[in-house]
């Protein structure tokens, strides 16, 4: 019995901290003026917009993936506890950043792929400009490949036309084979583990799934 607690209570652990779920950033965003932005509704047109601008002129424009740690510089990274986001280069130089965002509550959204999130910005400075306290590192392919910039913008733009939701745990979906095995059959009953959590998850995206879902590597 003392063996099947603690199984439930590491399962209340990762459903309250994997990604960008921590209530601790929820209640932020409901009060910090900046993280208030990523409830506004115009936030995804403004997104579809300049990934429109991007397809129509290519040329001189990048695309990469970062991965860093979350909601502090001193909560180091593990398998659920991490944040991913985009950002869009114009010769050499960064354009814009682009995350797929819880909102605060009252949002008449529920998950925004939004511009220049204030902290993706910051940590990307930090990253490039002083000694990268956010642990911050660019995602590259299986043998080191850069993101294509037209085949992962047109995924983006079919993902905001798909009109995912924000899901705590949708970036469970894209664990490797063998951490969802030991997900499954890590708790009694197996149900409770990886099968549930992706099927309620299906159709919503979090900062993690949005970019393992979207990208596209060069050949």
């Known amino acids: 019995m003392k063996g099947y607690i603690t199984k439930i209570f590491i399962l209340c652990m990762v459903l309250f901290t994997v990604g960008c779920s921590s209530t601790k950033f929820n209640r932020r965003m409901?009060?910090?003026?900046?993280?208030?932005?990523?409830?506004?509704?115009?936030?995804?047109?403004?997104?579809?917009?300049?990934?429109?601008?991007?397809?129509?002129?290519?040329?001189?424009?990048?695309?990469?993936?970062?991965?860093?740690?979350?909601?502090?510089?001193?909560?180091?990274?593990?398998?659920?506890?991490?944040?991913?986001?985009?950002?869009?280069?114009?010769?050499?130089?960064?354009?814009?950043?682009?995350?797929?965002?819880?909102?605060?509550?009252?949002s008449e959204r529920d998950g925004n792929w939004m511009l220049d999130a204030n902290a993706d910005i910051q940590t990307y400075n930090l990253f490039i400009y002083d000694d990268n306290p956010w642990d911050m590192k660019e995602l590259l392919g299986p043998e080191n490949q850069s993101i294509n910039l037209i085949k992962t913008t047109q995924n983006i733009i079919k993902r905001l036309d798909e009109n995912y939701t924000f899901g705590n745990l949708a970036g469970m979906r894209d664990l490797a084979w063998y951490h969802q095995i030991w997900i499954t059959i890590g708790f009694i009953p197996p149900i409770v583990g990886y099968p549930i959590v992706t099927a309620l998850n299906w159709k919503s995206d979090n900062c993690i799934s949005s970019v393992a879902e979207t990208i596209e590597w060069n050949n």
Not at 35 to 60: C, H, Q
Not at 74 to 93: A, C, P, R, V, W
């Open 30 to 106: 409901d009060t910090d003026p900046h993280d208030i932005l990523r409830g506004e509704k115009s936030n995804t047109m403004k997104a579809r917009e300049y990934l429109e601008e991007v397809l129509k002129n290519p040329e001189g424009r990048e695309i990469k993936a970062y991965k860093r740690n979350i909601f502090s510089a001193d909560n180091e990274q593990n398998l659920f506890f991490y944040h991913t986001y985009y950002i869009f280069f114009k010769d050499g130089e960064l354009e814009h950043t682009l995350v797929f965002t819880s909102t605060p509550r009252g």
